[in-house]
């Protein structure tokens, strides 16, 4: 019963490095893509559609980390629904960019001193929008995490945005969903764009 045991132990741990691996390739090869997508191809809007807990949060970390090389001083906008996606979200981006004071959290009460790298909820984000006193182009890099959730503050954010792309063609714009249809999206909010100002698809769900 012990070694029957032990082969059993084996095989799961066997089978969780397995996935382990495979999960790793798929973030390289991703993160492959989008440097040719901003390199070769000069596209800035892109759209990650992948499971949850697959690393779409470290693709975009990487993303931005070489963003931050061409331009150290750029400010950097995280937006998602929940507190604790923003937190987990934020110690991503520290570890990748090896920075533990890198991004301030706004949300359930807390105030940010700063707003050149903000990890900020959805619903805090509206609620002030009228109080900030930043300009258009005052962010450089905006990931949006959790698109799908479909309610009014996201599709008030994704209305602002689709009117602030054609007059922002260098902002970078990284938007996340576990669950999408790419297609239906982007004919609802991003129709009439040419392909350097509409949202152009890097990642589909697989």
């Known amino acids: 019963l012990g070694v029957a045991v032990v082969v059993l132990h084996l095989r799961r741990r066997r089978r969780q490095e397995d996935a382990a691996l495979a999960n790793l390739r798929l973030l390289l090869d991703l993160d492959e893509q989008l440097a040719v997508e901003r390199d070769l ?12 807990g697959t690393g779409k949060t470290l693709i975009s970390a990487f993303d931005f980390q070489r963003f931050l090389k061409a331009k ?22 520290r570890g990748v960019l090896r920075n533990n004071a890198f991004g301030e959290l706004w949300v359930g009460g807390k105030l940010p001193e700063h707003y050149r790298q903000l990890f900020v909820s959805i619903q805090t984000l509206n609620n002030q929008l009228d109080q900030l006193k930043l300009t258009e182009d005052y962010y450089d890099y905006i990931v949006i995490d959790e698109v799908h959730e ?14 602030l792309l054609p007059r922002r063609p260098q902002l970078t714009l990284v938007l996340m969903s576990a669950t999408l249809n790419a297609s239906l999206f982007s ?12 949202l152009d698809y890097l990642f589909r769900e697989t």
């Open 41 to 52: 191809h000069q596209r800035f809007r892109n759209l990650v559609v992948a499971a949850t």
């Open 72 to 93: 150290p001083n750029a400010h950097f906008l995280f937006v998602a629904h929940r507190e604790e996606i923003l937190r987990q979200a934020r110690e991503a981006y």
């Open 150 to 163: 479909r309610d009014l503050n996201t599709d008030f954010l994704l209305i602002i945005l689709k009117d």
């Open 187 to 198: 004919e609802y909010f991003f129709t009439g764009f040419r392909t350097h100002k509409r």
